[in-house]
């Protein structure tokens, strides 16, 4: 059974920053694509970062590219997003997500496993 279990949300000031880990256990993270998306009251769901498996292709949504990084342990089966620079309008419910694909998408639907989701609340 696949489990991916997010930690490291919380509240922040804004400029502040955060780590999100995604501890995964029942499959090699590293043998697939992991994104992160997130979720804000009244929007859909939107990608804001994802890793091929081999780690050479990254993606970051317009909205954080320059202020999160996306990573991965190997040796810890754990994913992370560092957040940094944060500003209110990142407040949202932050996701974990393991594709069945090597490279990079953008399709929702290719996430075959998600986490419970970690709540990230960024005050003004």
């Known amino acids: 059974q696949v489990q991916l279990v997010e930690s490291g949300g919380g509240l922040v000031q804004a400029g502040g920053s955060l780590r999100l880990s995604c501890a995964a256990s029942?499959?090699?993270?590293?043998?697939?694509?992991m994104g992160w998306f997130r979720q804000a009251p009244g929007k859909e769901r939107e990608l804001v970062a994802a890793?091929?498996?081999?780690?050479?292709?990254?993606f970051y949504g317009n909205s954080v590219k320059g202020r999160f990084t996306i990573s991965r342990d190997n040796a810890k089966n754990t994913g992370y997003l560092q957040m940094n620079s944060l500003k209110p309008e990142d407040t949202a419910v932050y996701y974990c997500?393991?594709?069945?694909?090597?490279?990079?998408?953008?399709?929702?639907?290719?996430?075959?496993?998600w986490g419970q989701g970690t709540q990230v609340t960024v005050s003004s």
């Open positions: 890793i091929s498996a081999s780690g050479s292709g990254i």
């Open positions: 997500a393991s594709a069945d694909l090597l490279g990079i998408s953008f399709d929702r639907g290719v996430y075959k496993y």
């Open positions: 029942g499959r090699t993270v590293g043998n697939y694509a």
